[in-house]
C-alpha cells in the first residue's frame, strides 16, 4: 500500500511540475506578447514635428492626418504670400510630441483670382473702368495699373487707344499682379517719360517707333517675380538709350511671360525683330523693334513678352538674318 502511495505521489508531482512550467510557459509567451505590443505602440504614438512653415497646407493634409494629429485652422491674408501657404505652426519643427496632439496653423488665404481681360482696341479712360471692378468668383475686385507706356500716333488711331498690354487677355491671375499698357499718345502726354518701372518690350516699341536708338546693356537678376521685365535703370549716352532690365528665370515655362534672347549680327546694318506663332510663315503677331541700326559683331540682347509657342524673326535687307524660337512647357 505504501508503495502504491509512492506511486501516486510521483505521477501527482509529474503533473503537476508539468502543469507548472505549462502554464508558466504561457505566462512568459503571453507576457513577451505583450510587451512587444507595448513597446510598439507607445513607440508609434511618439512622433517628430515636421516644419510646416512655406508649405501649400493642401500638400500636407494626408501626412498631418497620418500622423494623427489634431489640426485647427487659423486663416489670415497677405498679399505677398500664396494662397495656402502655411504661415505659423503651434508646435516647434523637430519636437517629440504623442500621436493625437493639438497643432494650430495659421494658413494664407491668399488673394482674389481673375481672368485678365482684354483691353486692346479700347480707350484707355473706358478701361481704367474696367480695371475698377473685375468680376473674381461672385465680388468685383480691382486690378491695378503698374504703368503706361505712350506711342505716336500712326494708321488712323485714336489717341488713347490701348494697342497692347502685358499680361495679354485670358492669363488666370490674382489682383497681386498689375497690367501694362501700350497707349497712343495725344497731345496732352509730355515728351519727358521716366522709363522705370515700365515693361522693356513695350518701352522699347515706342522707342522704336519714334526712331530712338536704345540698347538692352544690362540684364538684372531677380527673385522678385513681379520685377520681372521691368526697367531697372536708364542712361542716355549719345543719343541711345542704355537699359537695365530685371529678368526672372521662371521653370517650368508658362503659357505667358518674358523671354530674352542676343541676337549676333555679322554685319552692320537696319535691322527689325517680328514675333510669329511658331508655325506661321507670314503675317507676324506683332513688331518688337524695326530699323534699329546695329553694328557688326556686336552682342544685341533683348527681352520680349510671349504668349504660347512662338518663333522671333530679326530681318534685314527682306531677309532673315536669325530665328529664335521659345516654346511654353506648361499648357496652362
Known amino acids: 500500500m505504501t508503495e502504491l502511495n509512492q506511486y501516486f505521489e510521483e505521477k501527482k508531482r509529474s503533473f503537476l511540475e508539468y502543469v507548472f512550467f505549462f502554464a508558466f510557459g504561457l505566462f512568459l509567451f503571453f507576457l513577451s506578447a505583450f510587451l512587444v505590443v507595448l513597446l510598439r505602440t507607445k513607440g508609434s504614438s511618439k512622433l517628430v514635428m515636421p516644419d510646416l512653415i512655406g508649405q501649400n497646407y493642401l500638400d500636407v493634409h494626408n501626412e498631418l492626418l497620418r500622423l ?12 505677398d504670400k500664396n494662397d495656402g501657404e502655411i504661415l505659423y505652426q503651434s508646435i516647434p519643427a523637430g519636437k517629440v510630441l504623442e500621436a493625437g496632439s493639438k497643432l494650430y496653423l495659421t494658413v494664407n488665404i491668399g488673394v482674389d483670382r481673375i481672368v485678365v481681360p482684354d483691353l486692346k482696341g479700347q480707350q484707355l479712360i473706358s478701361a481704367k473702368a474696367l480695371l475698377e471692378k473685375i468680376l473674381s468668383g461672385e465680388t ?3 486690378m491695378e495699373i503698374g504703368g503706361i507706356t505712350y506711342v505716336p500716333a500712326s494708321g488712323g488711331l485714336a489717341p488713347g487707344t490701348i494697342l497692347e498690354q502685358i499680361p495679354e487677355p485670358g492669363k488666370i491671375t490674382t489682383t497681386r499682379e498689375k497690367i501694362y499698357l501700350l497707349v497712343v499718345e495725344d497731345k496732352t502726354q509730355t515728351s519727358s517719360v521716366n522709363f ?11 522707342l522704336s517707333k519714334q526712331q530712338k536708338n536704345f540698347r538692352l546693356k544690362e540684364i538684372l537678376p531677380t527673385q522678385i517675380l513681379s520685377q520681372n521685365g521691368l526697367i531697372a535703370k536708364v542712361e542716355q549716352v549719345n543719343s541711345i538709350y542704355n537699359f537695365s532690365v530685371y529678368y526672372y528665370e521662371i521653370d517650368p515655362k508658362p503659357v505667358q511671360g518674358y523671354e530674352k534672347f542676343v541676337f549676333h549680327p555679322k554685319e552692320t546694318g537696319e535691322y527689325s525683330g517680328k514675333l510669329y506663332l511658331k508655325e506661321e510663315k507670314e503675317k ?12 557688326m559683331n556686336q552682342d544685341f540682347p533683348f527681352i520680349f513678352y510671349r504668349q504660347g509657342d512662338v518663333r522671333v524673326d530679326i530681318e534685314t535687307n527682306g531677309k532673315v538674318a536669325k530665328s529664335f524660337n521659345f516654346e511654353a512647357d506648361l499648357q496652362r
Open 196 to 206: 522705370e518701372n515700365l515693361p522693356f518690350p513695350q518701352v522699347a516699341y515706342s
Open 68 to 79: 494623427r494629429l489634431k489640426v485647427q485652422l487659423e486663416t489670415k491674408r497677405f498679399m
Open 140 to 142: 468685383y475686385v480691382k
Open 284 to 295: 507676324p503677331m506683332k513688331e518688337l523693334f524695326s530699323k534699329l541700326k546695329l553694328e
